[in-house]
């Protein structure tokens, strides 16, 4: 079976300070993993995901992710927060193969104070 | 080139009763699939379809069920309502046989609430 725990329903950084949000996932086989993000009253959009390339993902809006496999993490981060990354930001993973459906964690609410 | 079409967009509904949600998936995707996001949690995986036929199922009860046409549109049935039927319903498009990194796109959703 898989899961994904993000640690932190809540996160609050002043803009321009490092976010950092964290994602642990379990899986009994290779997984994929994404990061999706959803503003208020919208649908999901995808940031970024790892498929077995190089562990460190960049995705878009300058956020990017790592992979490690060790320590069954795939953490997101931005250097530097701006206003408008305010969202809920969702880490999913799925199982390799086609069109496998995705298992989300529960989510975890950016705040950007200005 | 549109993407995910989801509607209505809010539905206000009766303990009891029943809902048909409509989605239309983005251009050349074929496989559909439903989540429900209940207030303050994640997206949960519904059901899949495919080729009008229901291809994957999570744990959620016969009360819901699900229609592709030839179109490749789709519709999500809920009957018997329930309170904790009350969540935003997403529809996310796909291609089948497109491996599953290719990741999926999800329409807007809609937000079914249940008094």
């Known amino acids: 079976a898989q899961s994904v725990t993000q640690l932190g329903s809540h996160v609050s950084v002043s803009e321009g300070a490092l976010v950092l949000l964290r994602c642990n996932y379990s899986?009994?086989?290779?997984?994929?993993l994404f990061w999706y993000v959803q503003y208020p009253n919208q649908g999901l959009q995808l940031l970024l995901k790892y498929t077995s390339a190089a562990t460190l993902v960049k995705g878009i809006n300058g956020f990017e992710a790592e992979f490690k496999k060790s320590e069954t993490s795939f953490h997101l981060t931005k250097p530097s927060a701006h206003m408008s990354d305010a969202a809920e930001y969702f880490c999913a993973v799925s199982k390799r193969g086609a069109t496998n459906k995705l298992i989300f964690g529960t989510g975890t609410l950016l705040a950007v104070q200005p | 080139d549109a993407g995910v079409t989801q509607s209505p967009t809010h539905l206000i509904k009766t303990r009891g009763q029943q809902v048909t949600l409509r989605c239309s998936p983005k251009s050349g995707h074929d496989t559909v699939s439903w989540y429900q996001q209940a207030l303050g949690q994640g997206p949960q995986f519904i059901f899949q379809?495919?080729?009008?036929?229901?291809?994957q199922r999570g744990n959620f009860p016969d009360r819901f069920s699900g229609h592709q046409f030839p179109n490749y549109s789709s519709e999500l049935n809920v009957n018997a309502l329930l309170l904790g039927d009350s969540a935003l319903y997403l529809c996310?498009?796909?291609?089948?046989?497109?491996?599953?990194?290719?990741?999926?796109?999800f329409g807007s959703g809609t937000r079914l609430t249940v008094v």
């Open positions: 996310a498009s796909s291609l089948a046989g497109q491996d599953s990194n290719y990741g999926y796109t």
């Open positions: 379809y495919y080729e009008e036929e229901e291809r």
């Open positions: 899986s009994s086989v290779p997984p994929y």
